[in-house]
């Protein structure tokens, strides 16, 4: 059986970068504990309001129990983010 690596990414919009960065430094920990085991920032380069989150999972399962969580969503109203996010799964080939 193949070895599979389980993306989720997320793009959201938020009102001011610092503040959505201390908020999602302090839930960190909490995503570990559920199974992320990597993330990389990006910024759009014509409008850093809005960014592109990816992070590695070790499973699918976890990786979408955690986009469906109370945990991100209370987190997300907390650090600004404008709107809802756009999510997508991704398995590595």
Same mark, same amino acid.
């Given at each position: %059986?193949?070895?599979?690596? $389980?993306?989720? $990414? ?13 908020? $999602?430094? !302090?839930?960190?920990?909490?995503? *570990? ?8 920032? $990006? ?23 955690? *986009? ?7 987190? %997300? ?8 996010? !756009?999510? !997508? ?5």
């Amino acid at each position: %059986m193949a070895n599979f690596e $389980y993306f989720h $990414y997320y793009t959201v919009k938020v009102k001011d970068f610092a503040e959505w960065k201390k908020v $999602y430094v !302090s839930v960190a920990g909490l995503r *570990a504990t559920n199974g992320e085991l990597s993330d990389q920032i $990006y910024r759009d380069a014509s409008d850093p309001s809005k960014l592109t989150i990816v992070f590695k999972w070790n499973s699918l399962a976890n990786a979408q129990k955690w *986009a469906q969580s109370p945990e991100l969503k209370a987190a %997300m109203e907390k650090a600004g983010v404008e709107g809802p996010p !756009s999510i !997508s799964f991704l398995n590595e080939v």
